[in-house]
């Protein structure tokens, strides 16, 4: 079990800075940085199936449509991803 008093007394001892409250979740920062760790996740999901369901041996648009389609989303997504992460260093 978990207990504040003991985490302090080794904390103390490890010579660790004072613990840091949590953070509150009604900051618009911490919110925009969860929103944007989605995107870059989506983005990376979507480049993996991409890469997954291509057909390499026949790389034609009509037989990997669905492959060209999860790539273009990947892309847009990183792009989008990049674009909110600057936003929110601001």
């Given amino acids: ?9 080794q904390a103390v001892l490890l010579q ?7 953070t509150n ?8 940085s969860k929103h944007s760790n989605t995107i870059g996740l989506a983005a990376i ?4 199936f991409a890469i997954t369901a291509f057909n ?8 990997n449509t669905k492959a060209y389609i999860l790539f273009i989303a990947g ?11 600057r936003k929110s260093k601001r």
């Fill in 1 to 9: 079990m978990f207990s504040y008093q003991r985490f302090r007394k």
């Fill in 16 to 22: 660790i800075p004072d613990i840091i409250k949590p």
């Fill in 56 to 63: 390499f041996e026949s790389p034609s648009f009509s037989e």
């Fill in 45 to 48: 999901l979507f480049l993996t």
């Fill in 25 to 32: 979740y009604k900051n618009t920062q911490t919110m925009k």
């Fill in 75 to 85: 892309v847009i997504t990183l792009i989008i991803w990049a674009i909110t992460g």
